[in-house]
């Protein structure tokens, strides 16, 4: 079964860039035909898909996001990385990486999540 695993820093300063990572285990992101999203809820808010990367490489951003946000990933460590530049407060949420068959269809697995706070 596949397992996902948020990492990073909890606080980040207003200005500077966010950047998490995702270690999978049980499965490969290469695997086809998954995609490995990035979704975040704010507090008192509903969840907000940001983006994801898929099992060839290609990159899908939330039209709202995409001048902010980049995915990447490094298939020897079997992980993939989330960057948002330019945070403000409004950025604070809990980040999620998950994975799911299609864009279109609903996250099948969910890492645990991590509390990430934009404060000074």
């Known amino acids: 079964q596949v397992q996902l695993q948020e990492s990073g820093p909890g606080l980040v300063k207003p200005s500077q860039t966010l950047s998490l990572t995702c270690t999978v285990s049980?499965?490969?992101?290469?695997?086809?035909?998954?995609?490995w999203s990035w979704i975040r809820q704010p507090p008192g808010k509903g969840l907000e898909w940001m983006g994801a990367i898929a099992y060839s490489g290609s990159t899908y951003y939330s039209p709202s996001l995409k001048s902010r946000t980049s995915i990447s990933r490094d298939t020897s460590k079997n992980q993939f990385t989330l960057q948002l530049s330019s945070v403000t407060p409004e950025d604070t949420a809990v980040y999620y990486c998950a994975r799911r068959l299609d864009l279109t269809v609903p996250v099948a697995d969910w890492g645990q999540g991590t509390q990430v706070t934009v404060s000074s």
């Open positions: 049980g499965g490969s992101i290469t695997t086809n035909y998954y995609y």
